[in-house]
């Protein structure tokens, strides 16, 4: 651009002289009879023109230091008000994105990078069986699995644990539970099952409800927990305890629904008591089931088909749903959910706010998804995932590491980049607010709002960490905000995030930039915003202060209140405002009841207008049990004694902390038609 300028400027600068040197060469102009004060006047603009050239190149050399992406606040109070840049691509955190299987238990070896190290794909599922890895009684055989543990955490991947426990022989793949402990304690065969018209079983269903067998599975359960205890690149486990693969359809026959029910809670508790202590995600899959030759009968083929109640009650997941760390994973994304039952139990889910990632599989391999008249082509299958299920993880088309390569070579490349974008959760500040001048010793708030624009969640307790940075780079000053939980943001919220600062005397006069970053318990930035700046580092400069002891306290831009205050406060008629409060919900999961829609509530209410002026209404669950922030946003009517509230609807008290209320530039609409 500024070669553009310069180009510019000598051009016309030259047009100007030949003007005065050689008068004669100019073109005859017959609407002007006057060719002096023509020339006159074309002189004056060719220079004029020239030296606007000259101007833009100075100001774009000397303030190209000025991100284009900031926009000073038009009050000029005293505050920078910046919109940070926004940036695609793949963020690389943790608790999110594509996941290849390695070690198929179907095959019993690991890839191991035979087919590249996959860099589309930040997770790798570790899929084995407790057959193969306690091959005799109380002898573990880790090998093959730390093996491939150990490569790809050096590759910077993430480790999800699917080992299957269930009891199931498999002819055309292994057993699930070890040969050694069916044959040594003669646990049964319940069932045969067969498909098609083969004499040949499908598989052979054992009993899991054999006294050693469950056992058995709490000691190499425990095993298993001590053997992963520890290490950081496992974040998840999950229960596949029942059915095919684990998968919990197609198990054994019970005597009734209920003794279904108990048998797969036992099995539950046995996963999560092992593993609660770890603080690792466990997920169990939301399957319905298809068969309809099971006893008693739970297959969604009958007629009458089960209510969404007793899908949940008969595979147990109303009861998983009560317990801390348990979420869900569906092996059916692209072509296999269904409304009435998984697809309303992720819903529900998303609902609940519960503080656990979901996680999904693309059920089809490549070359089924794009024969001729698929349910989904491939993109709409993903999509499907997406905003379906909503899930932080999900499996590859293809499942194995092998058919994520193949993808990539056929220029399905980016497959992979819209689910990068959109699985688990993306974080990203929208604007910041703070003072251009402030003084040692004086406290001042920094204004952050965030937004989530992928369709999971985030779920680490990790707090906000604002910094002042020196002009030789160095971190002069640094303090958390341990209260900006940022779990409740989904997918269309914000979040307004108020950061209260003391700068300490000792901090020298000088101008500073601010940063932000995501800190983990040591301190150091560990999840990567979708803003531009240094994504390695994960420090996100937000802009300038100067700081002197010269400088006057600011006045702060928002209003803050206690919940007893705010009940009494007047809003002003006709005035938009954004509401940030801190808030603990007092909701027992234990309690919990999928298909129950009470919540909490907030809204603004005129008692002179009645119940058509009331505004800003929000509803929500939250069954977490955790201090949690919310922002919402609204506009008051021609009334001017509205009043906010907050109120729990059948679903248990709810403690209210600090408020924020600010007036906004009015950029809210009224869409009634009025």
């Not at 005293?78 to 926004?86: E, I, N, T």
């Not at 057959?131 to 002898?139: C, D, R, S």
């Not at 991947?157 to 292994?174: A, E, F, G, Q």
């Not at 990539?408 to 959760?425: Q, S, T």
């Amino acid at each position: 651009m500024n070669i553009i300028f310069i180009v510019l400027f000598f051009l016309l600068m030259l047009v100007g002289i030949l003007t005065i040197v050689k008068r004669k060469s100019i073109l005859k102009i017959r609407l002007i009879k006057d060719k002096k004060i023509f020339l006159l006047i074309f002189r004056i603009f060719s220079f004029l023109l020239a030296f606007v050239c000259l101007g833009s190149f100075v100001f774009n050399s000397f303030f190209s230091n000025v991100p284009l992406t900031t926009m000073k606040n038009e009050t000029n109070n005293g505050y920078s008000l910046v919109f940070p840049q926004k940036i695609n691509g793949n963020l690389h955190n943790p608790g999110e994105g594509w996941v290849a299987i390695e070690e198929p238990t179907y095959a019993g070896h690991s890839n191991l990078g035979a087919d590249g190290d996959i860099p589309m794909v930040d997770n790798i599922s570790l899929s084995s069986s407790w057959a193969l890895i306690e091959t005799a009684e109380g002898v573990f055989d880790w090998s093959n699995v730390d093996r491939t543990v150990d490569y790809w955490a050096k590759k910077g991947k993430y480790i999800n644990l699917r080992i299957t426990t269930d009891t199931l022989v498999l002819p055309y793949t292994s057993e699930g539970a070890p040969p050694w402990l069916i044959e040594k304690y003669s646990i049964k065969t319940k069932q045969y099952r067969f498909d098609g018209t083969s004499p040949i079983p499908t598989y052979e269903a054992i009993d899991v409800t054999d006294e050693n067998y469950l056992r058995y599975l709490d000691i190499f359960l425990n095993e298993m927990k001590n053997h992963f205890k520890g290490n950081k690149a496992v974040d998840t486990v999950e229960i596949l305890g029942f059915g095919v693969w684990g998968e919990w359809h197609s198990g054994i026959d019970f005597i009734s629904y209920e003794d279904r029910n108990n048998a797969l809670k036992t099995i539950i508790n046995k996963y999560v008591n092992a593993y609660k202590e770890l603080n690792i995600s466990m997920v169990i899959s939301a399957a319905w089931e298809y068969r309809d030759d099971l006893d008693p009968n739970v297959s969604v083929n009958q007629y009458p088909k089960p209510t969404y109640e007793e899908y949940l009650h008969w595979s147990a997941f109303d009861y998983a749903m009560t317990l801390d760390g348990v979420s869900f994973r569906r092996n059916a994304g692209a072509g296999a959910l269904k409304y009435d039952y998984d697809r309303r139990l992720f819903s529900d889910y998303i609902r609940s706010n519960k503080r656990e990632p979901l996680m999904a599989e693309y059920y089809s391999n490549f070359d089924d998804q794009i024969k001729a008249n698929p349910v989904f082509n491939v993109m709409e299958g993903i999509d499907d995932i997406l905003f379906q299920l909503r899930p932080n993880n999900s499996t590859v088309l293809g499942w194995a590491n092998t058919n994520v390569q193949k993808l990539y070579d056929l220029g399905y490349g980016y497959l992979y980049e819209r689910g990068n974008e959109k699985l688990g959760y993306r974080l990203s500040i929208d604007k910041a607010r703070f003072p251009k001048g402030v003084k040692q010793n004086s406290q001042f708030s920094i204004l952050t709002t965030f937004s989530n624009t992928s369709v999971g969640r985030y779920f680490y307790d990790y707090p906000i960490m604002i910094s002042f940075i020196d002009d030789k780079g160095e971190i002069k000053y640094s303090q958390l905000n341990k209260d900006a939980n940022l779990k409740t943001l989904v997918n269309g919220e914000t979040l307004d995030v108020y950061t209260n600062i003391t700068i300490p005397n000792e901090i020298a006069d000088g101008n500073y930039k601010i940063a932000l970053s995501i800190v983990d318990n040591d301190n150091k930035p560990c999840i990567a915003l979708g803003n531009g700046g240094d994504n390695n580092d994960k420090i996100y400069v937000l802009g300038n202060v100067n700081i002197s002891a010269n400088n006057s306290a600011v006045t702060p831009i928002e209003k803050k209140l206690t919940f007893e205050e705010l009940k009494n406060y007047n809003l002003k008629a006709n005035t938009a405002y954004r509401f940030t409060f801190n808030y603990t919900p007092k909701f027992d999961l234990k309690n919990y009841k999928f298909g129950n829609y009470d919540g909490y509530e907030v809204f603004a209410q005129s008692a002179k207008g009645g119940e058509d002026a009331r505004v800003g209404y929000n509803k929500w669950q939250d069954v977490s049990g955790e201090k949690s922030l919310k922002t919402i946003c609204f506009k008051t009517d021609s009334f001017s004694d509205y009043k906010l509230n907050i109120t729990s609807s059948n679903f248990g008290e709810i403690e209210i902390g600090d408020c924020i209320l600010e007036e906004t530039s009015g950029y809210l609409e009224n869409f009634a038609g009025d």
